[in-house]
């Protein structure tokens, strides 16, 4: 019985190794298969999808940003993956940040609220050696001292543009709120009242319009608004906003792309900004929100739950739906009639594919309307670089210049350029 023990295990035992090995092969196929399908290494890369009407100044403006008729190359290790462009946007912001230097300004609102926003001035001469003005407006609860915001202010400042970055109402840590309101997402009155300050102390400077993420929104419902708000405007650009906040809102409430996640942190991060400012927002006489609202807030897991019991009580809405409506530039942004640059990534996690019909459309149909559409570069990521470290100045800072340049070549030479 022994000695045919002995033969079974000398008859198998050769084998095991190789079975081993093809496991471990496989095992390792499996996570090699899992990796690539994650980062999206078979991705191509490609030049932005344009959507325009076939006029001179949009053929002029193609012309001369030929990054835009280019591949746009992302870190070839990470950078096909949105959610890693937007994390290490989030995360970091930008490699080797520089630190412009500029001057806070303070505007005292009608209703007892103080706007503040930071005034840079340019550290080179324009190409068309005039002055010009871009006038920034940030993303959600961000301020002129982000990282991704300092970078494109340094860039900016050394092509030489003046730049006036808003800070959104209670965004700033160390900055008290004066009033018990704070911002929201398609309020404009703090970015109104800088722009006023800027045409009313620069009277020759030409403005620029450039909204990030959320300050998309407002920049261009803002533009919209009032025919009077795009006097001395020279164009607008839009990077990574939603355009309607009811539909992007209803989007956040899905797993798809981790969105439903991505709204937790979301939220987590306005309930630090809001209880940060509890005092103010709580305590003054003139406050509309009760002692419930606060107890609502404690418990909340969504941006939406945050908007319903807090925010659209700053403006005295009656529903959250009511809220959203009024708060979208969807509604405006068809009266804005400079020229209007938008530009969306296809894997940001932040804004769902329907909405993307919004500006497809309104470039249709408008002949002052460009829409690109980029492949990758995740929500405001838009990192380049040849295998695993970014460059310092992202594609996107590269873009919104090269447009902006030709915009107002083509205002002081537009005969030549005609």
């Not at 620069?202 to 909204?211: H, R």
């Not at 803002?222 to 906040?245: P, T």
Request: with cysteine; hydrophobic share 40%; glycine share 6%.
């Amino acid at each position: 019985m022994s000695a045919q023990v002995d033969a079974d295990v000398q008859t198998i035992s050769p084998e095991m190794p190789a079975m081993f090995d093809g496991m471990k092969l496989a095992a390792v196929a499996t996570v090699l298969y899992v990796i690539v399908r994650i980062l999206n290494l078979k991705c191509p890369m490609v030049a932005p999808d344009i959507t325009c009407q076939d006029t001179p100044l949009n053929c002029y403006l193609l012309k001369s940003c030929p990054i835009l008729t280019k591949e746009y190359i992302p870190p070839l290790l990470w950078g096909k993956n949105g959610h890693l462009q937007t994390a290490l946007y989030g995360k970091m912001g930008r490699v080797k940040c520089p630190k412009p230097c500029g001057l806070r300004k303070y505007l005292p609102m009608s209703d007892g609220a103080t706007a503040t926003f930071d005034l840079f001035e340019p550290q080179g001469v324009h190409c068309t050696g005039d002055d010009i003005t871009l006038v920034i407006c940030p993303g959600i609860g961000n301020h002129s001292e982000k990282h991704y915001i300092r970078t494109f202010v340094d860039y900016s400042q050394k092509q030489g543009y003046r730049c006036a970055v808003l800070n959104h109402l209670g965004a700033l840590p160390n900055i008290e709120l004066t009033s018990p309101r704070m911002f929201t997402y398609g309020c404009t009155w703090e970015f109104s009242a800088m722009v006023g300050y800027i045409k009313h102390t620069f009277p020759q400077t030409q403005l620029i319009v450039v909204g990030f993420s959320l300050g998309g929104n407002i920049a261009c419902k803002y533009l919209g608004e009032n025919l009077a708000n795009q006097e001395r405007v020279l164009c607008c650009v839009s990077v990574c906003q939603g355009y309607n906040v009811l539909r992007a809102q209803e989007t956040f409430l899905q797993w798809d792309q981790c969105r439903r996640l991505y709204n937790f942190i979301m939220a987590g991060n306005m309930k630090k900004i809001i209880l940060s400012h509890r005092a103010s927002l709580f305590g003054m006489s003139s406050s509309k929100m009760e002692p419930a609202d606060l107890s609502r807030l404690y418990t909340a897991t969504s941006l939406m739950q945050i908007d319903d019991n807090i925010m659209r009580k700053f403006h005295g809405h009656n529903s959250i739906k009511e809220y959203y409506e009024k708060e979208s530039c969807v509604h405006y942004i068809h009266n804005i009639s400079v020229p209007l640059f938008l530009m969306n990534s296809s894997d940001d996690p932040l804004v769902h594919q329907s909405l993307l019909t919004i500006p497809r459309t309104l470039a249709e149909k408008k002949q002052n309307v460009i829409f690109a559409l980029t492949l990758h570069g995740g929500h405001l990521g838009f990192f380049e670089g040849a295998f695993l470290f970014p460059q310092p100045l992202s594609w996107m800072d590269k873009v919104i210049v090269s447009y902006a340049n030709a915009i107002c070549q083509w205002e002081k030479h537009r005969p030549q350029c005609q």
